[in-house]
C-alpha cells in the first residue's frame, strides 16, 4: 500500500492501477487515509517547489523498480497470517483425515499444510517425490515402527516410501513437503 500510495502521489499511477488503488483506500482505515493525504500533500509541494520537469520515463523507473505483479496476479505481501480458525479444511479421500493448506510456493514446489488425524486414522502406503518434513503438533502418529507425540520431528527424503502410518488416539501434523505430494 505505501508503494502504491508513493507512485499515486507522484501521479504515477493510472487506468487500472488508480482504480485499484482508490478501492483499497476507500476501505483503509483512518490512519492510512491520513497517511496517504500526507504523502499527496509533499508530493505537491515539492511539484511546486521543482522548476525543472520531471523525467519523461519517471514512472517506468519506478514501477521497474518496485517491481509490481502482472495485472492478474495479487500483490506480493511480506507477511500474511491465518488463524486457526481461518482458512479451508479439506476432507480428504482417506476416512478420518483432513488438510488445510497454510502456504503454497509454485517456484520451489513446496507447500506447508496442517493435518487433523481422528482416532485411529490411517494413511495408506506413499511415495515421496521430494522431501518431506513432519512435525507433530500434538497427538499420536505412528510411523516407520516409532511412535511420535507433540513435539516430535520426521524427515523422509526425497524418492523414499512410507509404510502405512496411523494414530490411535488422533493428532494434529504440520507437513512441509512437495505440492505434488499429498494432493486433497
Known sequence: ???????????????????????????????ARAEVRRMNDTAAALAHARSAPLPANLKAKAMARIRLPAPDQPPPHPFFFIGRNEGEWQTLPVPGIRMKELTADPRRGM???????????RFPHHHHSGPEECF???????????????????????GTDHGESYTVAG??????ATTTDYKG
Open 1 to 31: 500500500m505505501n508503494e502504491l500510495a508513493a507512485l499515486n502521489a507522484i501521479g504515477a499511477l493510472d487506468g487500472p492501477e488508480a482504480r485499484e488503488f482508490e478501492a483499497s483506500l476507500a476501505s483503509a482505515d483512518p490512519d
Open 111 to 121: 507447500s506447508v499444510r496442517l493435518y487433523e488425524l481422528t482416532p485411529g486414522a
Open 136 to 158: 507433530v503438533v500434538s497427538g499420536d502418529f505412528h510411523v516407520e515402527g516409532r511412535v511420535l507425540h507433540g513435539g516430535d520431528f520426521h524427515h523422509a527424503e526425497e
Open 171 to 176: 493428532c494434529q501434523l504440520l507437513v512441509m
